[in-house]
T-cell receptor, first 108, second 113 residues
Framework: GQQVMQIPQYQHVQEGEDFTTYCNSS?????IQWYKQRPGGHPVFLIQ?????EVKKQKRLTFQFGEAKKNSSLHITATQTTDVGTYFC????????FGAGTRLFVKA | DGGITQSPKYLFRKEGQNVTLSCEQN?????MYWYRQDPGQGLRLIYY???????QKGDIAEGYSVSREKKESFPLTVTSAQKNPTAFYLC????????????FGNGTRLTVT
């Protein structure tokens, strides 16, 4: 069945450094979504990518969908303490698949 | 404001007892979902419902039951058959199609001792 691997599992950065998390699938994806979960909170939808090679930006966040639609990345430029949390990718239909998440720690 | 309400936020139960977690949404969403999250883990799908009076098992349905008698409500019962029920339970909803983003409730943290 479809599997989604998200790496790294954890990332510690100094405030101001960049951060990237990757989501890799064993099969071609129809679309991919990214969510952020703050510590103690619930996941919040960030963005959806649908087209091959698509790139979307939200302020300091850049989202990419691979040409083969098997992988995706989320890049944060110049991290801030407000970026702390766990970032998840999600794909699939009703029986959706979430990546295990990348937990970001930012040291001020 | 529209949203998803889960109650209670914290729930404590003794082993062997069934417990029901509430989830109500006023977003007019057709589909609703229950996820389980363990510390430092991702989200695992328990059950989902695409429409009233219909629901499907997710990846970890054993020991859980649901009902969908109303569009707005999707309660989850954690039965005594669930071997490790202590976890963070998240309810979500969307308009149903694959591309529709999920909206989550604030979650219920269940502790069974």
């Amino acid at each position: 069945g479809q599997q989604v691997m998200q790496i790294p599992q954890y990332q510690h950065v100094q405030e101001g450094e960049d951060f990237t998390t990757y989501c890799n699938s064993s099969t071609t994806l129809s679309n991919i979504q990214w969510y952020k979960q703050r510590p103690g909170g619930h996941p919040v939808f960030l963005i959806q990518l649908v087209k091959s090679g698509e790139v979307k930006k939200q302020k300091r966040l850049t989202f990419q969908f691979g040409e083969a639609k098997k992988n995706s990345s989320l890049h944060i430029t110049a991290t801030q303490t407000t970026d702390v949390g766990t970032y998840f990718c999600r794909t699939g239909g009703f029986k959706t698949i979430f990546g295990a998440g990348t937990r970001l720690f930012v040291k001020a | 404001d529209g949203g998803i309400t889960q109650s209670p936020k914290y729930l404590f139960r003794k082993e062997g007892q069934n417990v029901t977690l509430s989830c109500e949404q006023n977003l007019n969403h057709d589909a609703m979902y229950w996820y389980r999250q363990d510390p430092g883990q991702g989200l695992r799908l328990i059950y989902y419902s695409q429409i009233v009076n219909d629901f499907q098992k997710g990846d970890i349905a054993e020991g859980y039951s649901v009902s969908r008698e109303k569009k707005e409500s999707f309660p989850l019962t954690v039965t005594s058959a669930q071997k490790n029920p202590t976890a963070f339970y998240l309810c979500a909803s969307n308009f149903g199609p694959e591309n529709s983003p999920l909206h989550f409730g604030n979650g219920t943290r269940l502790t069974v001792t």
